[in-house]
């Protein structure tokens, strides 16, 4: 069964710093997300992006995030100046046709600030 | 998007059948039901979909009555593999909320020997 998947697994970073945290939606999908959970907390939701562009982004999306789709395959999270709160694990998700299809999720990236 | 309210553990031991019902009293008339899995350190993954009355795939089933004020999900005979957080989510899948899905605390199944 085809997968998303995401690297790094693991990214240590100091604060301030950017990261940029990769996933590999599933081929044939045209819809892509970002979600994020901090330990011990609900999912979240970021962003959505369709056609290139973003569709729709929670209040947790700001400046400091943005989403890339650099070339056919991979789409990108980008966090310009890392917080200590920033700290969480990063979902990627992709579907086929936006809600109507399920979200297939990555395992995630665990982010850790320090 | 409707807000659910579903239990925040439940324990079952191999070979038996789980319930879990996920409580969603605003439900519009547009919304679907979908459940999610989480294990710990992975991403939800779907398990099913349903609108009304029931709905079965190879891993559960999804019950939901003709108020569609509750829906129920239904493990068969679980194993110590179903461990994991299940997450009930309501909402229209066909509008322009093109990804916003809300999850709630999810309940924690455990599953013993």
């Known amino acids: 069964e085809p997968e998303v998947t995401q690297t790094p697994s693991h990214q240590v970073t100091q604060m301030g710093q950017e990261v940029i945290l990769r996933c590999v939606p599933i081929s044939n999908h045209l819809y892509f997300y970002w979600y994020r959970q901090i330990l011990g907390q609900k999912v979240e939701f970021l962003v959505s992006f369709y056609n290139n562009e973003i569709s729709e982004k929670s209040e947790i999306f700001d400046d400091q995030f943005s989403v890339e789709r650099p070339d056919g395959s991979n789409f990108t999270l980008k966090i310009r100046s890392t917080k200590l709160e920033d700290s969480a694990m990063y979902f990627c998700?992709?579907?086929?046709?936006?809600?109507?299809?399920?979200?297939?999720f990555g395992n995630g990236t665990r982010l850790t600030v320090t | 998007l409707a807000k659910t309210t579903q239990p925040i553990s439940m324990d079952s031991y191999e070979g038996q059948e789980v319930n879990i019902t996920c409580s969603h009293n605003?439900?519009?008339?547009?919304?679907?039901i979908t459940w999610y899995q989480q294990f710990p350190s992975q991403g939800p993954r779907f398990i099913i979909q349903?609108?009304?009355t029931k709905v079965t795939n190879e891993v559960a089933s999804l019950f939901i009555p003709a108020d569609r004020k509750s829906s129920t999900l239904s493990l068969p005979r679980v194993s110590l593999s179903d461990t994991a957080v299940y997450y009930c989510l309501v909402g229209d899948m066909r509008t322009s909320t093109l990804g916003r899905l809300y999850f709630g605390r999810g309940t924690q199944l455990t599953v013993w020997p």
């Open positions: 349903g609108y009304k």
């Open positions: 605003n439900i519009a008339t547009n919304d679907y």
């Open positions: 998700a992709s579907s086929r046709q936006g809600l109507n299809s399920p979200l297939h």
